[in-house]
């Protein structure tokens, strides 16, 4: 199994990024998929998730508004679309996979390796 997350860098303030997460070595179409995040010295904290369908979206209240999450079940890949950046929204980013979309930091089934996101005021 093997989560690949890409798409992180550094921004400044007010700035866009896509993040985008691979997948192999799992069915991928029966697994809501969801990204978290940490930030240094915090714990990791759920950012967004999308069901197996690519319906029902849901986002912490931190980013709703801001970013937006996609699948592309042909492509086996999750994306992760963050705009408006703030400098709080700095963390490395992880994806990962769960069988349900109500996805909590222990439930997650799979988990990539991060990305880091840097956002400079």
């Known amino acids: 199994v093997q989560l690949q997350a890409s798409g992180g860098g550094v921004v400044q303030a007010g700035g866009s990024l896509r993040l985008s997460c691979a997948a192999s070595g799992f069915t991928f179409s029966i697994y809501a998929l969801g990204w978290f995040r940490q930030a240094p010295g915090k714990e990791r904290e759920f950012v967004a998730a999308?069901?197996?369908?690519?319906?029902?979206?849901y986002y912490s209240d931190s980013v709703k508004g801001r970013f937006s999450i996609s699948r592309d079940n042909t492509m086996n890949t999750v994306y992760l679309q963050m705009n408006s950046l703030k400098p709080e929204d700095t963390a490395v980013y992880y994806c990962?996979?769960?069988?349900?979309?109500?996805?909590?930091?222990?439930?997650?089934?799979?988990w990539g390796q991060g990305t880091q996101v840097t956002v400079s005021s």
């Open positions: 999308i069901s197996r369908s690519g319906g029902n979206p």
């Open positions: 990962a996979a769960d069988r349900w979309v109500l996805m909590e930091l222990g439930t997650v089934d799979y």
